[in-house]
């Protein structure tokens, strides 16, 4: 009899195993199903985020492009602002995607080239507090904001003459 009621038991905590594997299972395939939609949605939102920063990345280069060629910027401040906003795009990608810092993007930028960061600090330095302080964020935003002021102040004209790009 001892030996029944010990095999009984036994069974109702197998039925009990059985039924607690099964809804976990039903969890784990729900969980699957949403990581699946998850991994779709960051995906259109990486290909739109790449979209839309080659959009900016073409306006800029326009906007500088444009000024260089009604002599309005010329130079190393030229260099400096075709290398920024040519790399824009994979700057904001970089940061958005890997984690970079603006400073680690520029830095990667800045590679195959003559200019240094102590060139970009020093153009930095002489633009607007307003460029300043939305490159100095060193986030995406920030640095959109800072290159959509720096390429459109360029055709813009600025109160004071020592604020000019």
């Given at each position: 009899?001892?030996?029944?009621?010990?095999?009984?038991?036994?069974?109702?905590?197998?039925?009990?195993?059985?039924?607690?594997?099964?809804?976990?299972?039903?969890?784990?395939?729900?969980?699957?199903?949403?990581?699946?939609?998850?991994?779709?949605?960051?995906?259109?939102?990486?290909?739109?985020?790449?979209?839309?920063?080659?959009?900016?990345?073409?306006?800029?280069?326009?906007?500088?492009?444009?000024?260089?060629?009604?002599?309005l910027i010329s130079g190393k401040k030229y260099d400096v602002l075709i290398l920024i906003v040519s790399s824009s795009a994979k700057i904001i990608f970089d940061n958005c995607?890997?984690?970079?810092?603006?400073?680690?993007?520029?830095?990667?930028?800045?590679?195959?080239?003559?200019?240094?960061?102590?060139?970009?600090?020093?153009?930095?330095?002489?633009?607007?507090?307003?460029?300043?302080?939305?490159?100095?964020?060193?986030?995406?935003?920030?640095?959109?904001?800072?290159?959509?002021?720096?390429?459109?102040?360029?055709?813009?004209?600025?109160?004071?003459?020592?604020?000019?790009?």
């Open positions: 009899m001892l030996a029944f009621s010990i095999i009984a038991v036994l069974v109702l905590i197998l039925i009990f195993f059985v039924l607690k594997v099964q809804s976990l299972q039903k969890l784990v395939n729900s969980n699957k199903h949403l990581a699946k939609q998850n991994a779709s949605k960051a995906n259109s939102a990486f290909v739109n985020l790449s979209t839309t920063a080659k959009s900016l990345q073409q306006i800029f280069i326009e906007r500088v492009e444009s000024a260089s060629s009604k002599g995607e890997k984690g970079h810092s603006i400073e680690e993007g520029l830095n990667i930028a800045l590679r195959d080239t003559e200019l240094s960061m102590e060139d970009i600090k020093s153009f930095m330095q002489e633009q607007p507090n307003d460029v300043r302080i939305s490159w100095v964020k060193n986030t995406a935003d920030g640095f959109i904001k800072a290159c959509d002021l720096m390429t459109s102040g360029l055709l813009a004209p600025r109160a004071s003459s020592s604020a000019s790009v």
